[in-house]
Structure formats: structure tokens, C-alpha cells
């Protein structure tokens, strides 16, 4: 599991999770849309990867890359930035 922050500040609860798996460059591609997003709103997120976890690989693997905003599925496969960035405005 990986994190990231706009504002480096450790205490902020995380709202961003992406859910996916090494070598997979459509989450490649997620991550940099949700680390450029939650970089300008200094919003928190992580990277899971649904190969150390059987429950999200059960859920999800058809699916990654998965990205939950605040608990829920907010996108998969490709990520949005403006839909992603008014979620997160919200």
C-alpha cells in the first residue's frame, strides 16, 4: 500500500483509495489522474493493491483500476479528473 498528499499532512483521514495490482498500467494511468486531483485540493490518498488482500481481489479484480471516494466506488477502468475534483469538492 502506497499514500500520497497534496499537503504532506499526515493527520488528514485519507478520502482517496485506488484499488489495483502491479503492473497494471491502467492504474498507472489512475494514479496519476487521482495524485495530480488530490494534489491540488491536498486530499490524502492510497494505493491497495487487491493482490495482498483476497476479499478486494474477489470484489474488484474485474474491475481495476477501482477508485473510492469517502468508502464508496466513485470510478473504474479510467478516472475521470473533473468528476473526480467536484466529488472531492463536495
Keep these: 500500500m502506497r499514500s500520497g498528499s497534496g499537503s504532506g499532512d ?3 483521514a485519507v478520502r482517496v483509495q485506488i484499488i ?3 503492473g497494471c498500467h491502467l492504474c498507472d494511468d489512475a ?3 487521482v495524485a495530480e ?3 491540488q485540493r491536498g486530499v490524502r490518498y492510497e494505493v491497495v493493491s487487491i ?3 483476497p476479499a478486494l481481489a474477489d470484489e474488484y479484480a474485474e474491475l481495476i483500476p ?3 471516494v469517502d468508502g464508496e466506488r466513485h470510478d473504474f477502468f479510467r478516472v475521470d479528473a473533473v468528476r473526480l475534483g467536484q466529488a472531492l469538492d463536495r
Design 10 to 12: 499526515d493527520a488528514l
Design 20 to 22: 489495483g495490482r502491479a
Design 31 to 33: 494514479e496519476a489522474v
Design 37 to 39: 486531483v488530490c494534489g
Design 51 to 53: 493482490d495482498d488482500d
Design 66 to 68: 477501482v477508485v473510492l
